[in-house]
């Protein structure tokens, strides 16, 4: 069987288990399992810390699992990722004090920086030739510098807002994008293609909608060039010959815009269907 490793909590683990379901995996219904066993598609999830998931990979015990970007380069593991999962995104930013001695990455050198991911963020400043002491903390490392355990930070970031409460100002360059990724390791096992077709189906699903709607025959070039699908529409004709049916899939997020475009150019009964599965 298939051996996968899921977040068994926290931010990571309600996606991931709603996507597995989408992909057509069945899931623990007791939270307090740690292992489910899924006989009809041939794997196993293992429920595991997200931090300790790219442990787990990268020895082998397990073939995959789905965990952060950010877990996996700092928990030193030698799994690998193989694709990401457009979900729990997040962004690694330096802040020091506001008007204080340290305002660029050169500053860092030999000061303290608290952090939850000292590997992570020891690389990227040893990359960069700058040697600092790294202050390892499990959480809430805003703190940090006011209670006199280090000198700056290295954390999570989206607004901003709860660094400058804290009095500290973001400064340096962006130490990692991360998001949800399906890692893998030395063990091979031929349920992993499978795997990665289904994710990739759901994120299809996801970002796609059909979209149908009838054309003036003499438009249908110009529509194409607003919305050609993913390699070419699907054009059926209608019983006035004047005008077509056209089904093409469009971007979820563009769905607004290109409808407003079609209609202009003359297209009419403009529907959107979301998609529950894909395979391309």
Known sequence: MLRIAVPNKGSLSEIAADMLAEAGYSGR???RKLVHTDSRNGVEFF???????????????????????????????????????????????????????????????????????????????????????????????????????ADAVADVVSTGATLRAAGLEIFGPVILESTAVLIGGPTEHAGIERLLRRLRGVLVARRYVIMDYDLPVDQLEAATEVAGGIESPTVSPLKDERWVAVRVMVRADEANHVMDRLYELGARAILVTAIHAARL
């Not at 020891?122 to 006011?146: H, N, P, T």
Request: aromatic share 6%.
């Open 47 to 149: 429920y595991l810390r997200p931090r300790d998931i790219a442990t787990y990979v990268g020895s082998g015990a397990l073939h995959v699992g789905i965990t952060g970007r950010d877990l996996l380069l700092d928990s030193g593991s030698a799994a690998t990722e193989i694709d990401a999962l457009d979900f729990a995104d997040s962004t690694f930013r330096f802040a020091a004090p506001a008007g204080g001695d340290i305002s660029e990455l050169a500053h860092l050198a030999g000061r303290r920086v608290a952090t939850s991911y000292p590997k992570l963020v020891d690389d990227f400043l040893r990359a960069r030739g700058i040697v600092s002491e790294l202050v390892k903390l499990d959480g809430a490392v805003e703190s940090a510098v006011q209670l006199g355990v």
């Open 29 to 31: 219904r007791d939270s």
